[in-house]
């Protein structure tokens, strides 16, 4: 069949294809930022488009709103998944940290890689909400509290618009947001400009290399923590490192029990960080919460499936680069 131009409704662009195309990049971003893995995150969005799919073609172009569609649907996917992943984290061996993302995390002909020509809108925004010590905090959220301080607070949904995606009243949405407000305030640390923090992450590798406790030390708030995402398929301690001296001698004994590690300067999340390479492969990626000159929170994830981004050579060189400058 053919209209008054003669373009068949075979020929004609799928509604629900451009609207994908066009809302992959708040989906990526939304779903991560929610679940604090990638992979999860992925997943999430697959089946938010298979859902899209697997409507009648009728249904689909009815809808007016196919991005808020998207939107809705991946949000309350993530909302069972938190729910769920609280009891699973709970099994999890020794800590849980966020899967960490490498600089240019973007999707690159079927894969996450670095490369340049890949389309924008699957990159995820490395801003100051997807840093390693804001997703912790998210950690402690409930999952409605984290959806609907996400929704509203980050990507700026209306309350009214968050309270459709939850289920619940609008008012019932502030107070969520506002309660996980509350609980990202108190984990703020002083603000702390870019170059300083990659000064003192960079005054904290040679220090490390050099096994100088004392200068490890002053480099260390005093009730800093050292945590450490093994998952149980890799070495890694249990339970988190208290106290600027039991992390200094911690770091400084790693040098010593593996000796033939490379320490390289990366970003992590937006934040310079360090890379730990044995035999030119990422085993662990780290990343800090700075205020000031001191160091409070280092969070090392060793855990293989949480480093495929990294393994498998995502703009490593680039991440080093900036975090150099």
Not at 123 to 132: A, N, Q
Request: charged share 25%; with cysteine.
């Amino acid at each position: 069949m053919t209209d008054a131009s003669g373009s068949s409704e075979r020929d004609r662009p799928d509604p629900g294809l451009s609207a994908l195309v066009s809302e992959r990049h708040q989906l990526i971003n939304l779903t991560y930022r929610l679940l604090g893995s990638l992979t999860e995150a992925e997943d999430v969005v697959q089946e938010t488009y298979t859902r899209w799919y697997a409507m009648p073609s009728q249904r689909r172009e009815a809808i007016e709103s196919p991005g808020g569609w998207l939107t809705t649907v991946a949000s309350r996917i993530c909302l069972d998944q938190l729910g769920s992943a609280r009891a699973r984290r709970e099994r999890y061996v020794g800590a849980w940290v966020p899967e960490p993302l490498p600089a240019n995390t973007e999707w690159v002909s079927g894969r996450w890689g670095g490369g340049t020509t890949a389309d924008p809108a699957d990159r995820v925004t490395l801003d100051e909400s997807v840093t390693m010590a804001f997703l912790v905090v998210l950690e402690l959220m409930t999952p409605a509290e984290r959806v609907a301080f996400v929704l509203h607070d980050v990507f700026r949904y209306s309350f009214a618009e968050v309270a459709a995606i939850v289920g619940r009243t609008p008012t019932a949405c502030r107070q969520l947001a506002s309660s996980a407000r509350r609980r990202v305030r108190a984990s703020e640390s002083t603000a702390t400009p870019a170059a300083q923090r990659a000064d003192t992450v960079r005054a904290f590798l040679q220090a490390w290399e050099a096994k100088d406790i004392d200068a490890l030390i002053g480099l260390l708030a005093p009730d800093a923590t050292a945590t450490g995402d093994g998952g149980g398929l890799v070495p890694a301690v249990l339970r988190p490192v208290e106290g600027a001296e039991e992390v200094a001698r911690f770091f400084a004994g790693r040098i010593d029990v593996v000796p033939d590690l490379t320490l390289l300067e990366s970003m992590v999340n937006g934040q310079p960080g360090l890379v730990a390479e044995r035999g030119g492969v990422p085993v662990s990626v780290m990343a800090f919460d700075i205020a000031g000159d001191r160091i409070r929170q280092i969070w090392s994830v060793l855990n293989p499936d949480k480093l495929r981004l990294w393994r498998a050579g995502s703009s490593l060189s680039e991440g080093r680069a900036d975090a150099a400058g």
